[in-house]
Nanobody, 122 residues
Framework: QVQLVQSGGGLVQPGGALTISCAAS????????VGWFRQAPGKERVFVGA????????NYADSVKGRFTISRDNDKNTAYLQMNNLNPEDTAVYHC???????????????WGQGTQVTVSS
C-alpha cells in the first residue's frame, strides 16, 4: 500500500518561513518524481514545483521561484518543501504527489499526500 504522509504546515506571519514534509512508503521512492501543488479557496489546484527521482533536476512555478526550495532525502523516503519569505498569497492547502515524471499537470501523478494547510497571516 502506497502512502504519502505529509507533516508540517500551520500559521506563519508574512515574511516568515515554513518547511513541510512528505514521507513515502510502499513504493521505490527514487523511481518517482515528487511534485508539490497548492489550492487556495475557490481556486484551481496549481503547480508549485517538482523534483526528479534522484534529485538532480528541479522545476518551480514562477510565483515561488527564488522563495521555495524542493529537496528530497531518498534514504529517508522523504521530500521537503521549504518556503521562505511567505506572503498571504501563498495561503493554500499544499499537496505532495509522486509520479513517473515531475510534470506541471496533476493528472500525471499516481499518488497523493493528504494535504496540509499553510496559512500566511498577521
Amino acid at each position: 500500500q502506497v502512502q504519502l504522509v505529509q507533516s508540517g504546515g500551520g500559521l506563519v506571519q508574512p515574511g516568515g518561513a515554513l518547511t513541510i514534509s512528505c514521507a513515502a512508503s510502499g513504493l521505490t521512492f527514487d523511481n518517482f518524481a515528487v511534485g508539490w501543488f497548492r489550492q487556495a479557496p475557490g481556486k484551481e489546484r496549481v503547480f508549485v514545483g517538482a523534483i526528479s527521482g534522484r534529485g538532480n533536476s528541479k522545476n518551480y512555478a514562477d510565483s515561488v521561484k527564488g522563495r521555495f526550495t524542493i529537496s528530497r532525502d531518498n534514504d529517508k523516503n522523504t521530500a521537503y518543501l521549504q518556503m521562505n519569505n511567505l506572503n498571504p498569497e501563498d495561503t493554500a492547502v499544499y499537496h505532495c504527489a509522486a509520479g513517473r515524471v515531475g510534470s506541471v499537470y496533476p493528472r500525471t501523478y499516481d499518488y497523493w499526500g493528504q494535504g496540509t494547510q499553510v496559512t500566511v497571516s498577521s
